[in-house]
């Protein structure tokens, strides 16, 4: 245990038997599992579970009365372990679970520590038809999908989280509380927080503790999973879905591979505004004889219906390793060429893997890159491919498997170097442009304003202007 954090914890405002745990039990392990063996060995020495804004603000300002690294966990999905540190204070969202709907505004205000699937379910027992552009997998915080941009299967048409996010409320490392949206009403600091907050990423500039989202009434989808049997086949597949697809058809691809060996398999998910018989004629020729699927089922479902067959991908249920590397492609760049080196390295993974996109482009590409922080609007293929293993001893083999497909596909990316904050990585060099582009400059000076001392760090964050990169690393490292 740190021994600065022993003790008088009750002096902050924190009641230490119902808020704090220490570094051993169930409940302490419980707290700081993500699924993710790669990480085992970030071991807060204390987590604070708040219930109130008041108990958020008497963890800031204990953590920084010490000198304590702080982080932040919703639903611990972070790729690369981020909302755990060593030796800190981590600070568990999980009591803060309410959320109000307002059917009149069309909005629902969620607190911090809310996941996508008690969102959705709440949603729905209000009216099945009404969805937020929130993730696609169910266990995801709404706080770290939401503030580094958010990528639902409907955003072609209704653009990412942060587009229709109306408000939030964030608590700065003074343990201030502001209350920002698109008010003109805002001084000029405060606008640019907003800006900020808005694909910035979390863990960067305070802690949100609620936000407020448009509801959207989308009545019944069609969504479903397309299959092949035949690789070439589905790679020629892919090849309709890059020539450009109508802005209410969103199809995600996914080459799989079961582990060493196996043979690689590709499937689609896809969504549309519309019908069965629209979908598929949105689809092309990809119901032609010449491509068409060896499986499929499309459906008319409500939005709820579908996240509820999601559950499976849920990372939780599988005590593994896994690590990611990602890129944003931009419209028509998964061509022949790419797809064949695709096609390689997956053929050539030492363990279970994947390669995945999500589509986006269309309504999330129509708003300016400066206009928030996500800066790769013109992307249209926001991709990751993963390796899973299950023995410490494969981790090297794996790991340099993620570095050269990190190596050969990067330059087919916007730019030669986009890719999605949150889909976040361990550190690499040219980190800062790689997730913000032009825009990682205004949030330094954004960061300068309002954490000058860096109290929201991690390594991958947003460092003030003035401050020495505490990031330097270069590649992929383990550790
Ligand atoms: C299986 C899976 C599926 C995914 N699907 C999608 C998808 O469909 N669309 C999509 O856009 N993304 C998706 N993602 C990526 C996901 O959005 C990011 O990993 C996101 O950061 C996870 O948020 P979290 O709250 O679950 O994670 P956490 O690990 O709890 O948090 C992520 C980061 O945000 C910080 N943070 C958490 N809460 C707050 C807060 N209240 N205030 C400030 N900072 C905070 C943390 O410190 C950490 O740095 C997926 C990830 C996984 C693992």
Redesign the pocket.
Known sequence: MNPSIDGDIAGGGLQSDELIMFSDGIQYDKAIF?GNELYADRRPACIIQPRSIAEIAAAIAMAKERSLDF?????????A???LNNGGVMLD?SLMQGFEIDEASMTVRAD?GV?WLSLYEGLARVNPNYIVMG???P???????V??????LMSRTFG??IDSLQAVS?MTADGELLELSGSDDLDEDMKDLWWAIRGG?????????SFTLQIFDVGPLVIGSLSWDDLETFENAVAVVNAGLSRDVAVDAVWTKAGPGAPTAGRMTVSHLGTVASCKSGLGDIFSERLAPTQYDLAARVFAEWDESNRI???FSHDTFFYHVGFIFGPRSITPDLVSIIRELMAAAPSRSTFHW?HVGAACSEVDPEATAYYWRAGEFVATAKIYWYDGSDTSTCMEWAQRVKDALTPFALEAKAT?I???ENPFAGWQEAYYGRNYARLQRVKSRFDPGNF?R?PLGIEAQDATSHSAATGIDAT
Not at 139 to 145: M, R, Y
Not at 147 to 152: A, S, T, V, Y
């Open positions: 993500i982080s932040i966990k919703c639903g611990g999905h972070s790729y372990g981020y909302c969202l911090c996941r993730g696609i997998c266990d995801v915080g709404i706080s770290g999908a503030l580094g941009g958010g990528i639902n990412l989280a964030v990423g979390g863990g960067n500039f305070g802690v949100v503790v991908w849920d990372p999500n999605y949150n889909y976040i929201f991690f």
